[in-house]
Structure formats: structure tokens, C-alpha cells
């Protein structure tokens, strides 16, 4: 069964600390693994994808297929950073987003 | 600049008492997705459309009901509401074969049910 677990419900840090969200997931072929984040009266949005390897906003998520997760980190959190982060997992190569979220992690970045 | 929008944005109705809730696009894109988020839980994958066709989750209850009409447009017929289907209903939409096949959502529908 397809599964995407954020263990924090609340992750509270001050301003310049480093910032990990994280997400274990658990699928048996090879998935597509996304961070979706949600600021406040805004819609979800995209954050990032693994297959990119991109840093958005200054986040970065390594997938580790062995420990099956894909963690969201940042070192050095911003005010702005405060937000809704969902992680979310797709089967790779089938075109259709058919996304499993987690349960998401709410973000709060304290002056 | 909204490129997908959701009417209403709050619906409040009756038990057992028929409710449509609109999506409409302007990105051309030829995947629209119908997701319910409950309260504090992970937004869930109703059913999708790939063009005029339609798709349905195996969990999704009989009670919820779609149509496309046209690429622009998806609709979501819940026939009967019950208290449980109080929830946000997000409604997203992708393009295949563009390679940039990522979800652009709306801001939702949040449904309430008395």
C-alpha cells in the first residue's frame, strides 16, 4: 500500500535555525516524492521534486530510497518560511499526478 | 492571475441534500483532480479526468459523482450529503506529456454539512 508519513504535526524553530521536515514513505515500486507547502490564505503550491534536485526558497530534499524518506531541510529558517508543508509521493513514468500526501507539518518560524 | 478557480468557495448544506461544486481552468490542461482534505488529515484523491476520461478511485464512495463537460470545466456532485462529508474539496489539474507534470491547484471549496 502506498504511504506517506510526517510524523510532526508542529514544527516550531526561531528565526536562523536549521529546519528539518520530515517524511517517510512507502510504496512498492519507484515513486515520484514532492513537498507541497501551503502559506497561509494561499493555495498549495509545489515546493520542489526529487527528480529536479533543485533548492527552492533555500529547501533542499534528498530521496533515500534505502531509509525511504525525503526529508525537507533548510539551514537557516525565515519568518516567511511559516507554512503548511505537505510531502506527497506519485508513481513515477504514469503521467498522471495521482498524489498520496501525507498528513502534512505546520511550520512555525518564531522572530 | 488565479489560473484555477473553485466555486463556491464556501457551501453550507443540508443533510442528504444535493450539492455541485465548480472547477474551472485556464492553463488548457487535460488532467483536472477532485481531492477531499477532512480536518487535520492528508488531502485524498477522489477520482481524476484525462480529457473526457473518467476515472475513479476504488474507494471513492458512490455518493460522489463528476463531469467534464469540457476541457475549461469539472464539476463534483455529492447526491446525498452526510455530516462525514464535511470537508475541503481541492481541485487540481496537471498536462501530460509537457514534462513539467506537476499539480496546479485552486483554493478549495470548504463544504459543510448540518
Known amino acids: 500500500a502506498q504511504r506517506v508519513t510526517q510524523p510532526e504535526k508542529l514544527l516550531s524553530v526561531f528565526k536562523g535555525a536549521p529546519v528539518e521536515l520530515k517524511c517517510n514513505y512507502s510504496?512498492?515500486?519507484?515513486?515520484?516524492l514532492f513537498w507541497y507547502v501551503q502559506y497561509s490564505r494561499q493555495r498549495l503550491q509545489l515546493l520542489l521534486r526529487?527528480?529536479s534536485r533543485e533548492s527552492i526558497k533555500g529547501f533542499t530534499a534528498d530521496l533515500n530510497k534505502g531509509e525511504t524518506s525525503f526529508h525537507l531541510k533548510k539551514p537557516f529558517a525565515q519568518e516567511e518560511d511559516s507554512a503548511m508543508y505537505y510531502c506527497?509521493?506519485?508513481?513515477?513514468?504514469?503521467?498522471?499526478?495521482?498524489?498520496?500526501f501525507g498528513t502534512g507539518t505546520r511550520l512555525l518560524v518564531s522572530p | 492571475d488565479a489560473m484555477v478557480i473553485q466555486n463556491p468557495r464556501y457551501q453550507v448544506t443540508q443533510f442528504g441534500k444535493p450539492v455541485t461544486l465548480s472547477c474551472s481552468q485556464t492553463?488548457?490542461?487535460?488532467?483536472m483532480y477532485w481531492y477531499q482534505q477532512k480536518s487535520s488529515q492528508a488531502p485524498k484523491l477522489l477520482f481524476h479526468?484525462?480529457?473526457?476520461?473518467?476515472?475513479n478511485e476504488a474507494d471513492t464512495p458512490d455518493n460522489f459523482q463528476s463531469r467534464r463537460p469540457n476541457t475549461s470545466f469539472c464539476f463534483l456532485d455529492i447526491r446525498s450529503p452526510g455530516l462525514g462529508d464535511a470537508a475541503m474539496y481541492l481541485c487540481?489539474?496537471?498536462?501530460?506529456?509537457?514534462?513539467?507534470?506537476?499539480?496546479?491547484f485552486g483554493a478549495g471549496s470548504r463544504l459543510t454539512v448540518l
Open positions: 487540481a489539474t496537471s498536462i501530460i506529456g509537457s514534462g513539467a507534470n506537476v499539480l496546479t
Open positions: 510504496y512498492s515500486g519507484s515513486p515520484e
Open positions: 526529487h527528480i
Open positions: 506527497a509521493l506519485s508513481p513515477l513514468n504514469t503521467g498522471f499526478q495521482k498524489l498520496v
Open positions: 492553463l488548457n490542461h487535460n488532467v
Open positions: 479526468y484525462y480529457d473526457k476520461d473518467f476515472n
